[in-house]
T-cell receptor, first 117, second 111 residues
């Protein structure tokens, strides 16, 4: 079974520039998550989709971050404009509804390591 | 106060030692609990779910105490390959299941 695919793996941009990350979840997984993980911290949920609808975006800095999952499959996360404090690993994860949402395992992609200079 | 709290460590233990991590959560509506493992510069991976009655998977034992709102992970006979960060994860239903990660506990197992 193919895992969660993310691209790019690494990105270096200057502050105030824009950047976009792409995620393709495991086939059939209805739930997709974007997490931000700053060095030394645990992953922080930015946004959670169920199919193409947003379930939770309470921690997404909406003045600069946006995400979409138009066809309920792959997703993009955008930052515009980037700040120095956005330097982090951006992890995409997906989970299957087949086993129920409560105990379903979230599978993570390898992440995109963003450095803002 | 963070919703999920863990001792960041690091825990430095010799091979063969037994080590235990605790994690506390503040929201009593939390429903599901997990331990994830994250190797350096890698993505988190599920280590084990935590069930109310406690559960064991080989050298790993997880326990849940709902009254005191904490979960624990016990690793027996530590191996060098157990060196990693262990993330406590709590999930609750807020009209959609919200998953909250702790900051992680770092473990170093030395020969």
């Amino acid at each position: 079974e193919a895992g969660v695919a993310q691209s790019p793996r690494y990105k270096i941009i200057e502050k105030r520039q824009s950047v976009a990350f792409w995620c393709n979840p495991i086939s059939g997984h209805a739930t997709l998550y974007w997490y931000q993980q700053i060095l030394g911290q645990g992953p922080k949920l930015l946004i959670q989709f169920q199919n193409n609808g947003v379930v939770d975006d309470s921690q997404l800095p909406k003045d600069r971050f946006s995400a979409e999952r138009l066809k309920g499959v792959d997703s993009t996360l955008k930052i515009q404009p980037a700040k120095l404090e956005d330097s982090a690993v951006y992890l995409c994860a997906s989970s299957s509804p087949l086993r129920g949402q409560g105990n379903s395992e979230a599978f993570f992609g390898q992440g995109t390591r963003l450095t803002v200079v | 106060r963070k919703e999920v709290e863990q001792d960041p460590g690091p825990f430095n233990v010799p091979e063969g030692a037994t080590v235990a991590f605790n994690c506390t959560y503040s929201n009593s509506a939390s429903q599901s609990f997990f331990w994830y493992r994250q190797d350096c510069r890698k993505e988190p991976k599920l280590l084990m779910s935590v069930y109310s009655s406690g559960n064991e998977d080989g050298r790993f034992t997880a326990q849940l105490n709902r009254a005191s709102q904490y979960i624990s992970l016990l690793i027996r006979d530590s191996k060098l390959s157990d060196s990693a960060t262990y993330l406590c994860v709590v999930r609750r239903n807020t009209g959609g299941f919200k998953t909250i990660f702790g900051a992680g506990t770092r473990l170093f197992v030395k020969a």
